[in-house]
């Protein structure tokens, strides 16, 4: 970082907060996070955008933060996995379903795969499980195959559901 | 353990969430990858491009001076430390010296104030190589004229985990050789009523543990530290401390959470490298891999095996011989352990009179190969439990059966001067059958399978804990079990929760810092639970029985006079917890009790293996036979664990691990062409999704109390991977009647066995 690099200032939403930061114009969303900011929940693993573990939300809409540029999250809203708890540490249904169906084991996966499952749910609170498979196909876990991650978003989507009620 | 086979549980047998849980979803576990310290400056590798070359010249001067660099390691700065490591044999230089074995091998290390710095740097080394003409099959190491890898003579490691010799280090390509033999295999073959014979192919696959390998190193006048992403660092303190000629004490290892392991991460990897990088630095440095650079550090053996089962004219098995190449790339590492433990399990777990298996493992200028999940029994029960399904039909009986008839009962000798068997696999069979509805009309072009290993566990037992008991009733455990997953913080504190009698919530865990927590030997070949678990509860006994004699002191009685109860004693009216014969004993309301336990080769753990691993896998599929692809319907496994401290666990590590070995079967492969990996990505290199996951899995226990662990618990969590390309191939037979003899079993290999058979 002592580099004489040309910076820039960004401006974006974080977890529901106003933040600028400097960073170089090549920085990914996933370095900002990570180095600059110290949110290490956000997991960097292929670096090719295919396994998901890197998975924040931009607008509600999960990217592959490890390919993303920082840049391209100006003036919009970033949800990292530090910003899913309420503030007085109640867990979002999503990782309490997570917690209680075992889904994840060396949870190196878990942090992108939450933000997935949110998006999901946000945009479709009672998916079916092909629905779930479809939309999740993209994100890797190695140690649980899958099964109980895919009961843990079932749960959450309707424990969300009777809540609404 | 028949006298606890009664008890009530209060905490284990039970599923209670995992103690890393909330940590785990809001992403505040810390893994090597998220870990900064004060002056740290980062390494990047340069790797060789050749498989097999002579190091000509190294010039680092130009990356030097680059901005932001602070040194660069290459075999020109080793002088003053031994460079070479392995724990089975010292084969293996920190970084290339004098020549490259593998195209990828590290060559030079740049460190700079920050990675991007240290990768702008690595195109300004200049290396001049003299390119050698590499091996790159088992065949082609065993030629008369091949050339040599390692010109060598080696140490071999006194930790190897066995007690044969190693062949590594005499001149020749072998790495290992090893064989087994009992009765006349000649006399049955010749006897036999039935015979079948094949070639088959396991190949290289890569563990994808997703958290890349890591360290951060900061070796000073004090010694070493090293944060590492490693399994064993109790391995890798070994390594260390002879690499840098320093007393136990001054190296420490400390390793938090791991992002997966499957045993890719057993024993030492990049350690050496990134302390040798701090020794030239002079301040911390961290070396975070690249999955990329992951899958040019460390892959399975791929397994060339030759076979031979035998049946009499009653369908008991009378014979098995197999010849086995392994190909353990351009370094040992664990391979001879893994030469050794594939001979053993290429037996299956069945009682056969007559069996010869001959194995060598071979150098070659391809990624080094070692442990992976199961180490070295999927690649032998690929054939094995294919010759089990091709003699059934053979001899015309249901291949299910035939298993039953001849899988090993409990309490049978049928391995030579090992544990007889403590699982109960025609159990386990006939649940998995039932899972899958085995005997239940078939769609067309759908197949099942069931099938079975037993591996001689690879846990050796050396292991020690510390269980302090506070003045608060809490309590900590010191454990050098590392948690990657599998659930160790969760299993161990349910355990001194039983003994102890104080709330789970109570238990804390400490793990995996050499410099505090007591030697565990690894955390691997599945023995946490059966090894540190019965430290664990051996330890919190030895706590009670010195608060017993505190309580005593206490309440001014003999220690006759004391009766333990559920978390504390009683002596006629009086009952105090531990909390208050703590608290009592110190007259202060702190201080501590630490109660301690050394698990060594002796009593119940003296026969090895300390248990016998074993477990069934059920499938269905469906093939399509126009394309050849194949669909998993569905999935069953059985442990075979003795009893589940936490169901949902043991559970958890059956469908990881058949998962695992669902992608070999179907797809997972490390691809080479000529001396260079072509699917080294993980873009290329094709793992198992959401969509590959059956529609029907069914996770079933067997919990027998018939281990030699706490309550009667057995190890889990490699065996559901071991029999599932075969499972996959007998499948496949069945339900389109072609036989392929290698994994994976490709779209286009399927394709082309139709294609064939329809000719």
Redo the contacts between chains.
């Keep these: 970082m002592t580099d004489s690099k040309q910076t820039l200032q960004l401006n974006f939403q974080l977890n529901g907060k106003a933040l600028e930061v400097e960073c170089e114009a090549q920085e990914t969303l996933a370095e900002v996070l990570r180095d600059r900011l110290n949110l290490t929940g956000t997991k960097i693993s292929c670096e090719v955008q295919v396994c998901g573990a890197c998975t924040v939300l931009v607008d509600g809409l999960p990217v592959s933060s490890c390919t993303f540029l920082a840049y391209e999250a100006r003036d919009k809203n970033v949800l990292t996995i530090e910003g899913l708890a309420r503030p007085d540490g109640t867990l979002h249904p999503i990782q309490q379903a997570f917690i209680d169906e075992f889904a994840f084991q060396c949870g190196f996966c878990t942090p992108g795969m939450i933000l997935a499952a949110k998006s999901l749910l946000d945009e479709n609170p009672k998916p079916t499980e092909d629905d779930i498979v479809h939309y999740m196909d993209g994100n890797i876990c190695r140690c649980t195959g899958y099964v109980p991650i895919v009961r843990a978003i079932q749960k959450a989507a309707s424990g969300m559901a009777k809540k609404e009620k | 353990m028949s006298g606890e086979k009664k008890r009530e549980f209060h905490v284990v047998n039970h599923?209670v969430?995992?103690r890393?849980?909330?940590?785990?979803?809001?992403?505040?576990?810390?893994?090597v990858?998220?870990l900064k310290l004060a002056g740290m400056a980062y390494a990047k590798v340069l790797r060789s491009p050749y498989a097999h070359a002579r190091i000509v010249s190294i010039d680092a001067s130009r990356a030097a001076s680059r901005?932001?660099v602070v040194a660069v390691l290459t075999q020109n700065d080793l002088q003053g430390i031994n460079p070479y490591y392995g724990h089975a044999v010292k084969d293996h230089p920190l970084i290339a010296i004098e020549k490259v074995r593998y195209a990828g091998e590290p060559v030079a290390a740049v460190i700079a104030?920050?990675e991007?710095?240290a990768f702008e740097a690595l195109e300004f080394i200049d290396v001049r190589y003299e390119e050698l003409k590499p091996v790159l099959t088992p065949k082609e190491a065993l030629e008369k004229e091949a050339p040599l890898l390692h010109e060598r003579k080696f140490e071999a490691g006194a930790l190897r985990g066995f007690e044969g010799e190693v062949t590594a280090g005499k001149g020749t390509n072998i790495c290992q050789q090893h064989h087994i033999q009992w009765g006349d295999v000649e006399e049955a073959f010749k006897k036999a009523a039935a015979v079948v014979e094949g070639e088959y192919y396991f190949p290289m696959t890569y563990?994808?543990?997703?958290?890349?390998y890591v360290a951060i190193a900061d070796v000073n006048d004090n010694g070493i530290t090293i944060y590492s992403s490693a399994q064993h660092p109790f391995m890798v303190r070994h390594d260390l401390k002879s690499v840098f000629n320093l007393p136990v004490s001054r190296v420490r290892l400390i390793v938090p959470?791991?992002?997966?392991?499957?045993g890719s991460k057993s024993y030492t990897k990049i350690e050496p490298l990134v302390a040798a990088c701090s020794w030239k630095a002079k301040r911390p440095v961290k070396l975070q891999l690249?999955?990329e650079e992951a899958m040019l550090t460390t892959r399975s053996d791929d397994a060339y095996t030759w076979m031979r089962t035998a049946v009499d004219s009653k369908g008991k098995i009378i014979a098995r011989q197999a010849k086995i190449y392994m190909n353990t790339g351009a370094y040992a590492e664990n391979s001879p352990l893994v030469v050794e433990k594939s001979t053993n399990r290429c037996v299956g777990p069945y009682a056969i009179p007559n069996v010869l298996i001959e194995n060598c493992s071979l150098y070659t200028n391809t990624v080094p190969a070692s442990s992976y999940r199961g180490f070295g029994c999927a690649q032998v029960t690929l054939p094995g439990e294919s010759q089990i399904d091709e003699l059934a039909a053979k001899i015309g009986k249901d291949p299910y059966e035939f298993r039953m008839q001849n899988v090993a009962k409990p309490g049978e000798e049928f391995f030579p001067k090992m544990r007889p068997f403590d699982g109960t696999l025609k159990e386990d069979l006939e649940i998995a059958a039932k899972a899958i509805g085995w005997k239940e009309p078939l769609a067309k072009g759908h197949g099942r399978s069931v099938a079975c290993s037993g591996s001689d566990a690879g846990a050796y037992p050396l292991t020690s804990t510390a269980v302090r008991v506070h003045a608060d009733g809490s309590v900590t455990i010191m454990t050098g079990s590392t948690e990657?997953?599998?659930?160790s913080h969760t299993v161990l504190p349910q355990i001194a929760a039983e003994e102890l009698g104080v709330p789970f919530d109570e238990v804390n865990v400490v793990s995996s810092d050499t410099a505090i927590t007591p030697y565990d030997r690894s955390t691997g070949a599945s023995r946490t639970t059966t090894l540190m678990g019965s430290a664990v509860l051996e330890a919190s006994r030895e706590a009670i029985q010195q608060m017993v004699v505190m309580a005593a002191d206490v309440l001014k009685v003999k220690i006759e006079e004391i009766e333990v109860i559920r978390g504390g004693v009683r002596c006629g009216e009086a009952q105090l917890n531990w909390s208050e014969v703590i608290s009592k004993f110190y007259a202060l309301p702190d201080g501590e009790v630490i109660g301690r336990s050394y698990i060594r080769k002796s009593g119940k753990f003296s026969q090895l293996p300390v248990f016998w691993e074993a477990a069934c896998t059920g499938v269905e599929v469906s093939v399509d036979e126009e394309t050849g692809k194949i669909k998993m319907e569905k999935l069953a496994t059985v442990g075979d664990v003795g009893l589940a401290i936490n169901p949902?666990?043991a559970e958890?590590q059956d469908?990881?691990a058949?998962?695992?070995g669902m992608g070999i079967g179907l797809f997972e492969e490390l691809v080479y062409e000529g001396p260079q990996l072509v699917n080294g990505?993980?873009?290329d290199y094709r793992?198992?999704?959401?969509?590959d996951?059956p529609?029907e899995?069914e996770l079933h226990l067997v919990q027998n109390q018939d281990g030699v662990g706490p309550y009667g618990a057995k190890g889990g969590g490699e065996a559901s991977l071991n029999s599932m390309a075969a499972n996959i191939a007998n499948a496949v037979d069945r339900a389109v009647g072609v036989r392929i003899r290698s994994a994976p079993l490709t779209p286009e290999k399927v394709w082309r066995a139709l294609k064939d058979r329809k000719q």
């Design positions: 599923s969430p995992r890393d849980g909330r940590a785990k979803v809001t992403g505040k576990a810390p893994y990858s998220d901005p932001g104030e920050s991007r710095a563990a994808y543990a997703m958290e890349a959470f791991v992002g997966g392991g499957y690249t999955v990657l997953g599998q659930g949902a666990l958890g469908i990881g058949a998962t695992m990505s993980i873009l793992l198992p999704r959401f969509s996951m529609k899995v």
